[in-house]
Each structure stands twice: as C-alpha cells, then as structure tokens.
C-alpha cells in the first residue's frame, strides 16, 4: 500500500482553496483529484473536508492531519534536495513566520531580494506577533525576538541584534522638559507596547548581567509599535522603541533621542528552524541572507541624533 498516495493532492486542495485550483496546479482533472481524496478518506476511516460545488473547509480531523502532510513532504523535500549538487540553484517552498512590524521593515526586503536572485524560490510568509508552534503549523522556518530555551527537535541562529531607546517628539520635550535620568521618566507619560493585557516594561541594563525596568508612568498602550512611533511623533508622550524603527523619523527631526548616555537594552534575534540531519539549499540561502543583512539593517542605532 502507498501510504503517500492521496496527501499531494490533500495538501494542493487546502492551499489552493479547492478542488478546481489544486486540479489546474496538478495538471490533473477535477475528478481525480476528488477521487484521490476520497481514497485517502476511505484508508484513515475519517472524514478531511468538507466540500460542495461552491465551498471547501476543513474538518478538525483534516485540519491536523493537513499540518502533519505539510511537514512530510517538506522532509521528502529536503531529502531530495539533499541528493542534489550545492551547485543547482535553490527551488521550491518556504514557509516562514515573522513578527508583524520587524518582519514588514527588516526580513520583507531579504526575502524580495532573494525571490529576485532565485526565480524557483517560493515564499509562503506569515506575519503576526503570537508564538507559534513550528512543528504543529508546519512552518519550515520562524523569526523570533526572544531568549530560546533548550530544544531537542530545533534548531536557532542568531540573525540581529536589536538595540532599544527612549524617544519623544521635540514638541513634546519642549513642553515637558526633557529627562535627565531614569528615575525622570516617572514624570512623563509614556507609549507603551502591550498585548493580550500584558504591557511590556522599559528594561534597561543593571550592570550585573540583569535588567531593571524604568518607572514609566503609562498614558498609552498599544499593540503595534509603527502606531507607537506614530503616537510619539505626535508629542503623546516617550516611547520605547527600537532603533532601526525610528530611524527615518529622527533623521526627519520629527523625534529625537532621550537619556543617550544610558546603556541601552540589546536583545537578540534568532532564525529557528527544525533539527535535520541536512538542509536543502533553499533553507541555506535564506538563513544566511538573514544573517548577512540584517545587522546592517538593525544597527545599533549610534548614529541617531540625541536630545538636547
């Protein structure tokens, strides 16, 4: 018995979003792909999709089934595309998850540059800021701004580091004052980052291979930090933010640097992908695009003008 026989088609129809596109993707007819699904029904005893001329969906069963194909071809990929010589040029799909803002300003450009270098790549991009399960949601490779802790069936490499610091607009300093420390911030109000009704605290530094967080008080919060720029341009308070995201901004004068001479926090940025015993090339030039480009994306912020 072919156990993989039916999954290619199952898989085509979910990403294609029927019967009649995964048939035109196959170059088969419609009726065989319904046959070749039904046949892989029939083997499991259950039910995958549920279909009419003018709908598809997923059962629960079809749904956690399809995740699972999806990883089994991706590993049927690699294994073939461990036989081929490193010379061939990278082919096939890549399906990525990044978070929503860096992913849209740093790993967005590398992966259009690398569609244009490598016509046979294919991009599948996810941008959202929840955790996801890698290996549950078949994603070949995800971007993460966090501390990893020790996994047996992953794989990380640091890609950036991320430099932190406070902002504010001139207008906003020049009604205010502008802090002179830390223990100052307790006076402004402030543009925080939150989530899920969790707000993220301003960590600094504490010389002893910690952190402690600034006394913010918050007038703000929000869960997208383009709008917190945006909120700081326009004099609603300090921000916490990412160097490389307001960049632009300062150097249109539109916000400026605070409290410069503190240690800034720098958090890293990881790839990570699942453990194998090989990689195909397709996975090789996308990581190490990210890791030759992104740091000079992200930077380190030295270069933005300060607060007087």
């Not at 991009?123 to 990893?148: C, H, M, Q």
């Not at 632009?248 to 790839?271: I, K, N």
Request: proline share 6%; with cysteine.
């Amino acid at each position: 018995m072919d156990r993989l026989a039916g999954i290619q088609e199952f898989v085509t129809v979910v990403d294609a979003g029927g019967f009649s596109a995964a048939a035109q993707k196959l170059h088969l007819s419609r009726s065989a792909v319904g046959k070749a699904v039904a046949r892989l029904e029939e083997r499991l005893g259950v039910r995958l999709c549920h279909r009419t001329t003018r709908a598809f969906t997923l059962t629960s069963d079809g749904n956690a089934f399809y995740a699972h194909c999806v990883r089994i071809l991706a590993e049927l990929d690699m294994a073939e595309g461990a036989l081929a010589s490193d010379r061939e040029q990278p082919a096939g799909r890549l399906r990525i998850s990044v978070p929503v803002i860096f992913g849209r300003y740093c790993v967005a450009p590398v992966i259009a540059d690398l569609s244009r270098q490598y016509a046979a790549l294919r991009f599948d991009v996810s941008f959202t800021d929840r955790p996801v399960d890698l290996i549950e949601e078949g994603y070949d490779l995800v971007v993460r701004n966090a501390v990893l802790p020790d996994s047996a069936v992953l794989t990380a490499r640091r890609i950036a580091r991320q430099r932190m610091t406070i902002c504010a607009a001139p207008s906003y300093l020049a009604a205010r004052g502008t802090p002179r420390a830390i223990e100052d911030i307790a006076g402004h109000d402030s543009i925080v980052y939150g989530r899920d009704g969790n707000t993220r605290p301003w960590l600094f530094p504490d010389g002893k291979g910690g952190t402690y967080a600034a006394p913010a008080r918050t007038r703000l919060i929000l869960d997208d930090l383009d709008s917190a720029a945006d909120m700081a341009v326009a004099g609603m308070g300090l921000a916490w933010l990412p160097c490389w995201l307001i960049r632009a901004r300062v150097h249109s004068g539109s916000l400026v640097r605070v409290l410069p001479d503190v240690e800034p926090l720098v958090f890293d940025t990881y790839a990570v992908w699942p453990r194998a015993p090989f990689m195909p090339a397709r996975m090789r030039v996308l990581i190490d695009a990210l890791a030759s480009r992104l740091p000079g994306m992200t930077g380190t912020g030295d270069e933005i003008k300060s607060a007087a």
